[in-house]
């Protein structure tokens, strides 16, 4: 059976929430790498005390620093892992590759307007956190949240502009991953326009069967 996987798709994909239930049905390990890094930060390993003077400068934590925290998670991973968020760039696959092979990289592929749609009509309450979204899930009130009754806003991030320019970027950093899972004959393309429950049927179906 598959256990050792990447999943692969843009931000508002359903990434988290699949993984989420990949794990807890198959027993896999949840690989995050900003968990991973932030975890190696507060505890203060000798690479989280690296990774730390990359953070608190604003850059980019390296590769090389990232993978090593990756295969050190690895060896902790009795039932297979998911790793989500990560790689992001052939490169960081090659590095991938280079510790650990890959079974199944899952790429979800969503409609960019769907996509657009549901982050612009998302809206936030301030007070507990609850979110909103104007056409699937809508307050009782319009612009109010129904537990505290206080006003809705919308994140500064969630404009059209901005969440167009984020699956912009996406596209142009995974399409090359893509061809790169394919072309190593481990890619599951996955439609996943449909409902959570349906696209994770159609995940787990397939490693089931695997
Ligand atoms: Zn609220």
């Known amino acids: 059976m598959f256990t050792r996987l990447v999943l692969l798709g843009p931000p508002g994909s359903g990434k988290g929430t ?46 090389d620093l990232v993978i090593e925290l990756v295969r050190l998670k690895l060896d902790n991973c009795p039932k297979g892992f998911v790793l989500d968020g990560f790689p992001r760039t052939v490169e960081q696959a090659k590095a991938l590759q280079r510790i650990c092979d890959v079974d ?10 769907d996509i657009v749609g549901r982050m612009i009509n998302r809206r936030s309450c301030k007070k507990c956190g609850a979110v909103y979204n104007l056409q699937s899930n809508p307050p009782k009130k319009a612009g109010t949240c129904d537990k505290c009754g206080v006003e809705l806003y919308q994140r500064s991030d969630d404009t059209e502009e901005t969440v167009r320019a984020r699956m912009k970027v996406y596209k142009e950093r995974t399409m090359p991953l893509i061809a790169f899972y394919r072309k190593q004959g481990v890619l599951m393309s996955i439609d996943a326009r449909g409902g959570i429950d349906r696209v994770y049927e159609t995940i787990a179906g397939k490693i089931r069967s695997s």
């Open 18 to 63: 699949q993984t989420e239930r990949l794990c807890k049905e198959f027993g896999f390990t949840h690989i995050s790498t900003g968990d991973l890094l932030r975890e190696a930060v507060r505890n203060g390993t000798t690479l989280g005390i690296k990774a730390k003077k990359f953070m608190e400068a604003g850059d980019l934590v390296p590769d």
């Open 104 to 113: 199944a990289a899952i790429n979800l592929e969503v409609n960019e307007e």
